[in-house]
Structures are given as C-alpha cells and as structure tokens.
C-alpha cells in the first residue's frame, strides 16, 4: 500500500536457550535499532522474523513457516549490529538455492515455504 507506514519488526529466536546470546543481541537491537523481540516459546502472529540458531521443529518454526516470516541465521543480527541498522535480510535468509530441506525430527522441513510465500504475497495483494 502506498503512503503506509511499514510494519514494525517484530522477532523472535528458535533455538539457543533462553540466555543464548543471539536472543541478548536481538533484545539489545530491537531498543537501539528499533522493532520489538518477543522472549516467548509460542509464536506471536506478528512476527515476521525469526532468528534460527537450531532448526527445530517448535511452533515457532512451524508457525513461521506457515506466515511466510524470513527465518534468518543469527548472522542477520550479527551484521546488523556492526552496521548500526538492520540489514536487508536475504543474504542471511536460512534458505538458499539447492539447500530447500531442513533435517528435522525423524523428517525433513521444507525451508523454501516463506520464500514463496513472500513472493506471492504481492500478487495476492496481501
């Protein structure tokens, strides 16, 4: 839409631990850089990233999945931090050309799903 304001980045860490140090970076960003990082082990909808330190499958990752949210390396927030901004995410974006399966469990996570759902969202209009 044009004129709308963006939306705010909303985030969120799979993996790591409850004090990893990805999810004390991410707090840290969020009040420097702005946007928000929801500390929860349930998924909040209006997130749409989220920072995978392992892939596991957690509602987080699954809901994530499903809302076409960027699941990012924790190199995302790294890269960020030495910038001073947040960064464009692709190149830190999980999924990568020949690598769209994930181990997880005793089956395999389809990591391309918010890729394409992304994609395809300006052609729904969402």
């Known amino acids: 839409r ?5 939306a705010p980045l909303v985030m969120q860490v799979v993996g790591g ?6 999810r004390r970076l991410l707090r840290e960003l ?6 928000e990082y929801v500390g929860s082990s349930s998924y909040d909808p209006r997130c749409r990233h989220v920072v995978v330190v ?4 957690t509602e987080k990752l699954l809901a994530g999945l499903a ?9 995302w927030a790294e890269a960020s931090a030495a910038a001073g901004a947040w ?9 990568s050309a020949g690598e769209a399966t994930a181990p997880c469990g005793r089956g ?4 391309g799903a918010p890729r394409a759902h992304r994609l395809a969202r300006p052609q729904r209009g969402g």
């Open 67 to 75: 809302a076409g949210a960027w699941l990012l390396k924790p190199s």
């Open 87 to 95: 960064l464009p995410e692709e190149a830190h974006e999980l999924f």
């Open 17 to 22: 631990g409850d004090e990893s140090p990805v």
């Open 2 to 6: 044009a004129g709308a304001a963006p």
């Open 54 to 57: 392992n892939v596991k499958r």
């Open 108 to 111: 395999l996570l389809w990591l």
């Open 30 to 35: 969020a009040g420097r850089l702005g946007g």
